[in-house]
Structure formats: structure tokens, C-alpha cells
């Protein structure tokens, strides 16, 4: 059993190595303000904030600008995820529950249905399980996205329940379908070949 948890304030390897992490089609590094105007452009479409707790709606520049800021004090681990040199969206692991740090990932509406968003997420599980001694790591889809939850079932999130939670586009709560992922459920998936890592 691992023993202490540490979080990216203890132990922040984006910080230390300035790590990308590169999959079959993506490369993922640590987003900087070079690339906020690309990020507020993406970010920019309702679609995307209805379905992202956080993500408000219209969303501006000056909010990209205040969220790549934000990265260097807080305890997020988030990568800018690349096609082709180009940013097509963010994936990363929020920390403010250190024993159960959750999954989150959005993509620009030209790149969904094309296996982007689970190519990076299967890339973050991998990070974060070798990089961080957490046992478990949890994730959650709106209940009216069935396409994000196909990503987590793909990825071996098992469904855990549903819960009300308040998303910033919508100004209300809504019912999420919350998912779980083992170290354990990963290994098993790594060793059968299911997980993609470059």
C-alpha cells in the first residue's frame, strides 16, 4: 500500500521537468500565457461550457489569461493538449481533495468524435498514477453527455453514483453521473494493452 499522498504542492513534476507527454496523435505540456488567445478561443462556445462545471460562459480572454495564472499558485496539474502543434483543448487532475483528486478534460467542438479526449485522458491517468501516490482517481459527466462518459468507461472508470452539481454556464445544478478508477483497474489495463502512452 503506498503510503503518503503528495500533491503537486509537495511534489509538482511539471514544475521540475517541464514535462510533455506525447501519445500516438498528441503532445500535452504545461499551457503558459503564450496560449491563452488560443484557449479563450476554444473555450469560447456554450456547448463546451454547458458540460464543464467551471468553464463560465461567454468566456473572454482575460479569463484564460487569470486561469494560466492561476496554475503557477494552485494545485491543478493541467496540460494543453496539441494536434499537430495546435492547442485543441486541456486536460488535468484537480487536487483540492488530495485523497481523491478528479479527472477533467475538455476539447474545442471541431475535435470531439475523433478519440482526442480519451487519447489524453488515458495520458493524465498514466501521469498521475506514476507520478502520485493516490490509490484512486475520480471523474464525472453531466448526465446529458453521454459521450463524456463513454470516454471514462473507456478509460475503466466504473459509474459510483449521481450527484447535483452547480455549473457556472448554466448559473443552476445538475445531475452528474460520477465515476472511479483504481490503480489497480488501471494496471489490469495497461497489462492487457488497453491504455495508449508514448
Not at 21 to 32: F, G, H, I, S
Not at 37 to 58: Q, Y
Amino acid at each position: 500500500m503506498l503510503q503518503d499522498i503528495p500533491t503537486p504542492t509537495q511534489l509538482d513534476p511539471l514544475e521540475s521537468t517541464g514535462c510533455i507527454l506525447e501519445t500516438e496523435r498528441l503532445a500535452l505540456r504545461r499551457p503558459t500565457l503564450a496560449d491563452t488567445k488560443a484557449i479563450a478561443h476554444l473555450a469560447n462556445d456554450r456547448r463546451i461550457a454547458e458540460m464543464t462545471r467551471r468553464l463560465p460562459h461567454p468566456y473572454l480572454h482575460d479569463h484564460a489569461v487569470e486561469f494560466v495564472n492561476a496554475l503557477s499558485a494552485g494545485s491543478d496539474t493541467v496540460f494543453l493538449i496539441e494536434l499537430d502543434r495546435q492547442p485543441i483543448g486541456l486536460v488535468g487532475i484537480d487536487w483540492r481533495e488530495p485523497e481523491v483528486p478528479e479527472l477533467g478534460y475538455w476539447l474545442g467542438v471541431a475535435h470531439w468524435g475523433q478519440g482526442y479526449a480519451t487519447e489524453a485522458a488515458r495520458a493524465m491517468i498514466d501521469f498521475t498514477f506514476e507520478e502520485f501516490a493516490v490509490e484512486h482517481l475520480i471523474s464525472g459527466a453531466r448526465v446529458a453527455n453521454p459521450a463524456s462518459r463513454n470516454i471514462l468507461e473507456k478509460c475503466g472508470f466504473q459509474w459510483s453514483g449521481v450527484e447535483l452539481h452547480r455549473f457556472a454556464a448554466i448559473g443552476s445544478s445538475t445531475p452528474v453521473d460520477r465515476f472511479k478508477l483504481s490503480r489497480s483497474v488501471w494496471s489490469s489495463l495497461k497489462h492487457w494493452g488497453t491504455s495508449t502512452r508514448r
